[in-house]
């Protein structure tokens, strides 16, 4: 009888705490040290970009970004936008299971015709940032994520706005994941 309490016990805590235990994606992967970042503040002009907005999980922010980015590439293209920087995603939303990402472009200045294609005029507008160069895997980027976060406290800021990364390398170009750069932006104050 008490095997069966125990048993019961513990499947009951399994299916209680499972979800929290996927959300938070615990690994007993072993991982290589993080790559040292280079963590400093910047003051960063007024950005211009086009993007996508959709409501993603975790899971699928690789998903939107391979459809949604290549629609605005395509509609600046077509509309004689000229592009300032390559690919970025910015997080204005982040919740306990889903997020909202804004997949884009920089843009050299707003469009002047109304967008289509469920394509947004975005504008970030100038101030603080702390930025840093993540070198590696993208499923290594929350943990440059967190080491940004506790480099802000330590330095006694606060995040001040949506946190975006712009795609330094094309993974086409340098398949290699170890040789990707990211490059993370937190506007702060």
Same mark, same amino acid.
Do not use: N
């Given at each position: 009888?008490?095997?069966? &309490?125990?048993?019961? $016990? &513990?499947?009951? @805590?399994?299916?209680?705490?499972?979800?929290?235990?996927? *959300?938070?994606?615990?690994?007993?992967?072993?991982?290589?040290?993080?790559?040292? +970042?280079?963590?400093?503040?910047?003051? /960063?002009?007024?950005? &211009?970009? +086009? $993007?996508?907005?959709?409501?993603? @999980?975790?899971?699928?922010?690789? @998903?939107?970004?391979?459809?949604? +980015?290549?629609?605005? #590439?395509?509609?600046?293209?077509?509309?004689?936008?000229?592009?300032?920087?390559?690919? #970025?995603?910015? !997080?204005?939303? $982040?919740?306990?299971?889903?997020?909202?990402?804004?997949?884009?472009?920089?843009?050299?200045?707003?469009?002047?015709?109304? /967008?289509?294609?469920?394509?947004?005029? *975005? $504008?970030?507008?100038?101030?603080?940032?702390?930025?840093?160069? &993540?070198?590696?895997?993208?499923?290594? *980027?929350?943990?440059?994520?967190?080491?940004?976060?506790?480099?802000?406290?330590?330095?006694? *800021?606060?995040?001040?706005?949506?946190?975006?990364? @712009? !795609? +330094?390398?094309?993974?086409?170009?340098?398949?290699?994941?170890?040789?990707?750069?990211?490059?993370?932006?937190?506007?702060?104050?």
């Amino acid at each position: 009888m008490a095997g069966q &309490h125990i048993a019961a $016990v &513990h499947a009951s @805590t399994v299916s209680s705490t499972a979800p929290c235990i996927s *959300l938070y994606r615990i690994s007993i992967i072993e991982r290589k040290p993080a790559v040292p +970042l280079d963590i400093s503040v910047r003051d /960063l002009p007024t950005v &211009h970009a +086009l $993007v996508i907005r959709r409501r993603v @999980t975790r899971d699928e922010i690789a @998903t939107a970004l391979a459809e949604c +980015l290549p629609v605005v #590439f395509d509609y600046a293209q077509q509309h004689g936008l000229a592009i300032a920087g390559p690919p #970025f995603a910015r !997080y204005p939303e $982040v919740g306990m299971g889903s997020l909202t990402i804004e997949s884009g472009i920089t843009v050299v200045e707003p469009p002047s015709t109304a /967008l289509a294609d469920g394509i947004e005029a *975005l $504008v970030i507008p100038p101030g603080r940032a702390v930025v840093t160069i &993540h070198r590696g895997p993208y499923d290594s *980027l929350p943990e440059s994520y967190q080491r940004i976060e506790r480099w802000i406290r330590d330095q006694g *800021l606060s995040a001040a706005g949506a946190p975006w990364e @712009t !795609y +330094l390398t094309d993974p086409g170009e340098r398949p290699d994941p170890a040789t990707w750069e990211t490059e993370i932006v937190q506007p702060v104050r």
